[in-house]
């Protein structure tokens, strides 16, 4: 069965790090296409990251220079790194899997909650 | 980048049958996908590349895009529909980016 868990999230001041963990199982996440998708308190799903089975990696404009997206093939696991962060960064962050590269996301995490204040 | 318009709301009386549009420049050259999240829960893929249904999701449910707008239908409305759905594309004009529309609340009268 595939499985996706995020963790964590948290409470994290302005200006702050924090890396997400997106732990996979069923399936293999270094041969898939894997994105991270958020959700703002009350408001509709933005995308944010994508890293291809070739490695390449592409992020929205409102987090490129300030995200940085990876995986660890021993660990089966998707990353978030996030830096410089910033109120309008508060939101739930899922990981979602892109099973056919064609640019939907079939499998989806339950997500985690990162709250950006001081 | 690519924009894509949903209206904020829909309502649809039990029986009925709902059509939330989602508008985009051109859009029926693009590959549409809806999803459905209800309070608390994650998205749920309803409908991938316009108009297939993933395994489990009820025929009701199909989809359709030509021109400037793509639309999620669903036939014979129950209760358990009530939810919001986001139509999504992948830009790759000018990026690698995936695209969501700003979500469509669907009541059930």
Redesign the interface.
């Known amino acids: 069965e595939v499985q996706l868990v995020e963790s964590g999230g948290g409470l994290i001041q302005p200006g702050g790090s924090l890396r997400l963990s997106c732990a996979a199982s069923g399936f293999t996440v270094s041969s898939n296409y894997m ?1 991270w ?1 958020r959700q703002a308190p009350g408001k ?4 944010v990251s ?1 890293i291809y089975n070739s490695g ?1 990696t ?1 992020y ?2 409102s987090v490129k220079g300030r995200v940085t997206v990876s995986r660890d093939k021993s660990k089966n696991t998707l990353y978030l790194q996030m830096n410089s962060l910033r109120a309008e960064d508060t939101a739930v962050y ?1 990981c979602a899997r892109d099973t056919t590269a ?5 499998n ?4 985690t909650l990162v709250t950006v204040s001081s | ?1 690519y924009v894509l318009t949903q209206s904020p709301s829909v309502s649809v009386a039990p029986g009925k049958t709902a059509r939330i549009p989602c508008g985009g420049n051109n859009i029926g050259s693009k ?1 549409v ?1 809806w ?1 459905q ?1 209800k309070p608390g829960q ?4 309803v409908i ?2 316009d108009s297939d249904r ?1 395994s489990g999701i009820p025929e009701r449910f199909s989809g359709s895009n030509s021109g400037n707008t793509a639309t999620l239908t669903i036939s014979r409305v129950e209760a358990g529909d009530e939810a ?1 759905y ?1 139509c ?3 830009d790759t004009d000018t ?9 469509t609340k669907l009541t059930v009268l």
């Open positions: 994105n998708v509709g799903l933005e995308w994508v390449n592409y929205a404009d899922y064609a640019g939907f996301f079939d989806w995490g339950q997500g | 980048s590959g996908h999803y999240q994650a998205p749920v893929l991938y590349n993933p919001d986001y999504q594309v992948w990026d690698h980016q995936g695209v969501f529309g700003g979500g």
